[in-house]
């Protein structure tokens, strides 16, 4: 399998660290063969929507070839944002690949438990409309943060970026899960990676159901993985049942 990040390289590596999580592996030799093509000169997804700034396409194909060249049959992107870009960039290649969008909806789907949904992600993510059309199409509403708090979850992405978010990075998040909760929000997809790699730090305990796209992305990589160790070589090992991310947090 290929993954197609740096975009940005913390949230990459920590969606390789959930992949080896989710994987049910009892040594080395049973855990999956993966390429990482982490390129962070790829433009701003986030000018590119937002002002039209430069288009992240080419380093995209640029990416996706070298991992084609080294053998990957199949292919995440472990951010969300860029998503809106990648159906152009794989259209006719001859890769599987697993959207990080699809993965949460269907997560949603298994255990959501309100017909409106928070909805954590970037400004531009937002702005594209990607996870609000995936959504609706399932049959849920969709609740964002206040624009007080949006502002403080682009502070939060920023500083993951930078590898230096700031000492109230978790007190912010936990305070827009809260004010999501008081409208009535009760499942939260985090539906941005670089926030994803706060997900652990949050908590166990509380009423709101955090949906991780990362760990969901994760678990739908390694299924399709053992699909095609099932098609190319007839038989599958036995590994017990993957399990999900969501979970309730304070």
Known sequence: MGILGGMGPSATADFYAKLIAHTPASLDQEHL?????????????????LAGAQDPTPWLETGLQRLMD???????????????YLPAVLAGKPVEFISIIDSTIQ??????????????ATDGALLSGM?????????YDVAVPVPEDQALLMNIVHGVKAGRPGASSLQDLRQILANLYE??????????????????????????TLIDPAVELAIATVRS???????????LNSYPTLSHSSRAVS
Not at 131 to 139: E, F, I, K, P, R
């Open 70 to 84: 080294c053998g990957a049959e199949i292919i995440v992107v472990p951010c969300n944002t860029v998503h809106g």
């Open 33 to 49: 063969r993966v390429v990482i093509w982490a390129d962070p000169t790829v433009p701003s997804r986030q000018d590119a929507i």
């Open 107 to 120: 997560a949603v789907q298994r255990s959501a438990r309100s017909g409106t949904i928070g909805l954590l």
């Open 225 to 235: 993985a053992r699909t095609h160790v099932r098609a190319s070589c007839g038989e």
């Open 131 to 139: 996870y609000q059309q995936a959504l609706s199409d399932a049959g």
């Open 183 to 208: 409208q009535g929000i009760q499942s939260v997809i985090v539906g941005c990676t670089e926030l994803s790699t706060l997900v652990s730090e949050i908590g166990d305990s509380g009423v709101v």
